[in-house]
């Protein structure tokens, strides 16, 4: 089932950094929520609609969305959270191998080029090529910000030479400062003055869209509370459709895989992998060509079970595109079943992280 969660009001959604009272002044907040904290959400509001506390944690409801400790065994799986409209266009993390011309207000993107490293080129990384920009005369830098469903379709087929980035102020910022107070005062505690960096989408008909299943049970609409302060969301059930290929669309990608053997390889959420950026459970019939990777993403959360935060990875944050070869004698339709929309990655696939699409190599 896809549902559209909409904001009621600013929205919290706490990045990797620690904010601990009394040590950090300034807590900060994503754009779009982490899926494992959709997850959260939406399994506090299957026990509060659904059932009660005491089902829950007697264990009635262990086949559907987990227990305390573990979602082992639970139906419930988030495949991914996306920025849009219930009804209307989806927007994606700008592929990081496209580029946009810096300090400029046009919204064309530009593909990097694959250069091999030579006795003219060469650097430190371990990969036979590398991804750059060949244009002396062009400044350019990452684009940032998102794509259209329709770009980055064209994206996944090849077509790199007529996208465009859409506009960057989709979340604005409202900051909001508070203090503690003393419970028996109610002075203001000395040294305890914060600001929280709140969200708010600029369009009222914005939201985000997951797609989740196991959880059929749920009612079609309702109220959730997402996010620090347990801001409130309402939901509903929606028709969008998270993956952007079209059958006969995923039909052009294996024939253009099958005549090159290579193909992309995009993430739509943060992936967990345990060998840092390095995707080493893809696939064994594939080999790593080259990879556009950004910094990385502290991924944590609460451990309600021992009330205390989860253990915290680095991610390979949304948007990273890998480069991947065919060896082996590679089946083209197993690696397409095996990858596109699936979630890959080595922790917490189930929660949503590591949602990726295949793309064909580029047409240019």
């Not at 910094?295 to 451990?303: A, M």
Request: charge should be neutral; hydrophobic fraction near 35%; include cysteine.
């Amino acid at each position: 089932m896809k549902l559209f969660l909409k904001p009621n009001d600013t929205f919290f959604f706490r990045d990797g950094r620690p904010f601990i009272r009394g040590e950090q002044s300034e807590g900060y907040s994503i754009e779009t929520p982490f899926p494992s904290t959709v997850m959260g959400a939406l399994r506090t509001a299957y026990i509060a609609l659904c059932g009660d506390m005491a089902q829950f944690t007697s264990g009635d409801m262990v086949s559907s969305i987990g227990t305390k400790q573990s979602l082992e065994g639970a139906s419930i799986h988030i495949k991914g959270v996306f920025l849009g409209c219930g009804d209307g266009p989806l927007y994606y993390p700008t592929p990081r191998d496209l580029v946009s011309e810096k300090k400029s207000q046009d919204t064309k993107l530009y593909p990097l080029s694959i250069e091999s490293q030579n006795d003219t080129f060469s650097s430190s990384s371990k990969l036979p090529t590398l991804l750059t920009w060949n244009n002396s005369e062009v400044q350019v830098e990452h684009a940032g910000g998102y794509v259209s469903c329709d770009n980055l379709r064209k994206y996944l087929l090849g077509e790199t030479q007529c996208l465009a980035s859409e506009k960057s102020d989709f979340i604005v910022d409202e900051p909001k400062v508070g203090i503690t107070r003393n419970y028996k005062t109610l002075a203001a505690a000395e040294g305890m003055l914060y600001r929280v960096n709140m969200k708010r989408l600029k369009d009222s008909e914005l939201g985000f869209v997951v797609d989740v299943d196991g959880i059929d049970q749920l009612p079609q609409k309702g109220l959730i509370k997402l996010g620090g302060e347990g801001k409130s969301f309402t939901y509903r059930e929606t028709v969008q459709k998270p993956d952007p290929l079209l059958a006969t669309d995923l039909a052009i990608i294996r024939d253009m895989m099958c005549d090159s053997g290579e193909f992309k390889l995009y993430l739509a959420t943060p992936a967990i992998f345990d060998g840092g950026w390095f995707p080493k459970c893809i696939h064994q019939d594939i080999e790593l060509v080259t990879a556009a990777v950004g910094n990385y993403v502290t991924v944590g959360g609460w451990d309600v079970a021992h009330n205390r935060p989860k253990r915290t990875y680095r991610a390979v944050p949304a948007g990273s595109v890998y480069y991947l070869r065919l060896i082996n004698g590679a089946k083209v339709d197993t690696i397409l079943d095996y990858l596109h929309y699936k979630n890959i990655g080595d922790r917490r696939t189930q929660e949503g992280f590591g949602l990726a699409y295949v793309g064909a190599a580029s047409k240019e």
